[in-house]
Structure formats: C-alpha cells, structure tokens
C-alpha cells in the first residue's frame, strides 16, 4: 500500500494532527540536485511555453483525451486552451514549472505535471508554497510508475526556487487529506443535462415540472450589480482578503497583479462581478464563477457540458457585526447576502449559455446551495499539504479554490 507516498513528507492516514509546521527540513539549495530524475529511456523532459501555440495545442490534446473523468466515465474535463494559458501563466510563474514529458523519437507529449506559487495560509501560519495541478498520464501509459517520477521532478523543480512545501486537491484518496469538500450542482439547463446523463428527472416528476424548478429570472437583482473593472482591482484584493481572513485554509492575494491576475474578468474564462453602493462608490461585494467545460463521452446528441464554476467571493456583511442567527445558527444578514449574490452569478451564468453551475461544500457555500436549489453530486475533492503537518481543517473553513 502506498509504495510511493510512504516514502514521501506527507501524513499517515491513521495520523491525528495537533500541531503545525514542516515534516523534513528545507534543503539548503545548492544541495538541491541539478539532475532530471531519471526516466525510462524513451523519454524525455521538457518544458511548456504556454506563448507557443503548439505546445499550448500540445497540452490541451493531451488533456482533453486523458485528464480527470468522473467515476462513471461518463465525462471528462476540457480545459480551453485559453483557460490553460490563464491558469498556467500567474505572476512570478517559473517557466521550468510547466514539466512535461515526450517520446523521444517522435515527441509526443505524453505526460505533464504543473506548478504555480501561491501563498497560503494554515490556521495563523502564512507559507510561500507550489500548487501542484495537471498532472496527467497518457491512458496508454498508465500503472507503470510515471506519476511518481512526475512528481519527484516537479518537486525537485520547487525546491531549486527554495519551496519546500506544496498544496494540490485531488478526486483520489491519499495520504492524508487536509480536508474532504463535496461537489453541489445548480442545473440551468435541465433538459440538457438529463439527456447528457448529468442529472435524472425525481421521481414523479416531469421535465417540464424540472424546467419550471430551476427557472431563474432574467435580470440580476442586487442594485449596483455591474461586471468587475480594472479600477475595482484595489478595493476587491482588500475586500476578498478580509473575507479570506475568516476560514483556516485560504490563499492570500498579495499584490493587485494577483488579483488582476485571478480575479478580474478574463473572456471565455473567468467571469467577475462586484456591486458598487451608489452613494459611495464603494465596493460591497464581488462574485465570480470560471468555464471548465466536460467532454461528454459518447453521447450521440451533445459532446460538450458546459459547466461555470462557482470561484472566489466576498461580501463586506460579513463584518457588519450582524450576530443575529436562523434557528440552524447561520448567520442571517450574511446567508441573505450571499443568496442573493449567488442568484445573481446563477442568473448570468445562465445568460451566458453555461448548462450548470458547479460549486463545492467549502467557505461560506452551506449557507446557499440549499436554498439556490444546488444539488449534491458524487464526487468530492480532497485537499493535501506537502511537507506541511497541518490539523484538519473543517470543510466551512477551506478558502481555497484550486481549477
Ligand atoms: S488531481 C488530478 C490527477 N490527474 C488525473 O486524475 C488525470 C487522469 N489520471 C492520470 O493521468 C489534480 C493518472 O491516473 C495519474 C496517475 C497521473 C493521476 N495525485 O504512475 P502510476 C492534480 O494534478 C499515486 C497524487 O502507476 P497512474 C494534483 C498512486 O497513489 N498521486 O499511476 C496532483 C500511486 O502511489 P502509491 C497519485 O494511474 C498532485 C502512484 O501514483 C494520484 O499511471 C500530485 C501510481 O503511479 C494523484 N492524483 O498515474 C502530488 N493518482 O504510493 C504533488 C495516483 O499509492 C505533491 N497517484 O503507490 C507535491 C509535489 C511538489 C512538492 C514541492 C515542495
Ligand atoms: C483538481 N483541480 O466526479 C481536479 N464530478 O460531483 C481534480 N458528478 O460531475 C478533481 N457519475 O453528480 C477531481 N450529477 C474530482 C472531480 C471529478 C469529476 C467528478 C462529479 C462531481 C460530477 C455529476 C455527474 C455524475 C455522473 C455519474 C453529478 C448529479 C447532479 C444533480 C443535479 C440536480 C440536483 C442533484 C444533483
């Protein structure tokens, strides 16, 4: 059990963890090995320039016929080029952080594996760190050992830029999850969805009944309800920020290019809205979601679901003080802000032509995805901390959104 991830700084599964802080110490870094871990000898190493079409091409065939699927098979992540390019090329990316692997007789790329820095923070404790994503296997390759050598190079790749810890989320259980979130489901086009197999009409219902169920008006509701600008970069990193404060497990936006970066409207990836009280001209509240569209794996009728993604999100209720609760305990102003606030996502998602909108069990997300008629789907994603000892981190207090 475990071959691999036994011999790595990460937790047991039968662990209980009360403290915080690295599990190896940090190597000075001139000791760091300047070798390639070893590859069996029809490969080779290389590097993606996500400004070179044809490796940004190359990553996204890779991808979008070997990535993550759901248990059944039945869909498949397809990553957008664009949306790879966004996602891959943050501030102070290091270009050798994009690994990839090829046959060396004809270069094909095979296999990949993908870092950027973030700074997270752990309860009181702040970590400059790599966040680990895109590792994939080519289907044709598969069980014979290469996510380990993947994931020894991409940290010896870290550990020359002197990080010694990393974050990633996976659908898989390892050693040992930091936190589990569930998967929620808002349908926006439930005819779609149930002829793609996503969704199943409740029994005695009819599709008409459902479509009627999860109609959502055609204007947004909030007032000063506007699509974010570059000018609201300043006053939504603080906002998102303070907000970000409140859960143990959150990723710190440092500088207004991370924000620029992350958060601000980016077409056909990401989009970002903020609400701008008129008397004011402060900024209250902002909301995003991203596009991550699923191949539909053969099905006659459609080949894509296109699916939003509910992303960061801030709202200044959240300070008022407003310590009144509902008889479950949640805190009232701040529940009806971000229901109306979500609506508002759910009703321009839809306008978009997005067939669902995908959230998880993380941050404040209990406190809407009931009442905006989200469902809970069967997959989970599982937070892991690398080389960081961490105690568990209820799912209400996750505050990172990986893609
Ligand atoms: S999670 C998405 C991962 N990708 C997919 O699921 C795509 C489809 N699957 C594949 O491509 C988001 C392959 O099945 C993969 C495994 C490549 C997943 N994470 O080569 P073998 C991320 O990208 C372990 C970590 O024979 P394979 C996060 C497995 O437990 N480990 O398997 C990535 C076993 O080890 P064990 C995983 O099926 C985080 C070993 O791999 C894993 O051909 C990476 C078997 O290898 C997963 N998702 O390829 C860690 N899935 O000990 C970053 C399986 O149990 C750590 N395994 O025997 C931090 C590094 C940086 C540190 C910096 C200081
Ligand atoms: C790291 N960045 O399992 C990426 N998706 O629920 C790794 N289910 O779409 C992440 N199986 O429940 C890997 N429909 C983990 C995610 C892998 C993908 C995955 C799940 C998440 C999913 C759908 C389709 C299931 C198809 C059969 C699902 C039900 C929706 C329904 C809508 C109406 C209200 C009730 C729920």
Known sequence: EHKFWNTQPVPKHDEQITDMGPIEPSIPVDQVSKEPTALPKEFEWCELDMNVEKDAKDLYDLLTLNYVEDDDAQFRFDYSVNFLKWALQPPNTRKEWLTGVRVASNKKLVAFISAIPVQLRTFDRSTLMTEINFLNVHKKLRSKRLAPVMIREITRRSHIHGIFQAVYTAGAVLPKPVSTCQYFHRSLNPKKLVECGFSRIPRNWTLARMIKHFKVPEKTTIPGFREMQQKD?????????KYLDRFDFAPQFETDEDVEHWILPHKDV???YVVEDPT??????VVSFY??????IGNPKHKTLNAAYLYYYATDVAFAGGKETTEDGAPKLLSKRLNELVLDALIMAKRFGFDVMNGLQLMDNGLFLQQQKFGAGDGFLNYYLYNWRCPDVEDNKVGLVML
Do not use: F
């Not at 596009?291 to 539909?296: A, C």
């Open 233 to 241: 970069v300043p006053q939504v990193r603080a906002l998102v920020n």
């Open 270 to 272: 990401v989009w970002s």
């Open 280 to 285: 004011t001209n402060k900024i209250t509240d």
């Open 291 to 296: 596009s991550l569209p699923s191949s539909v």
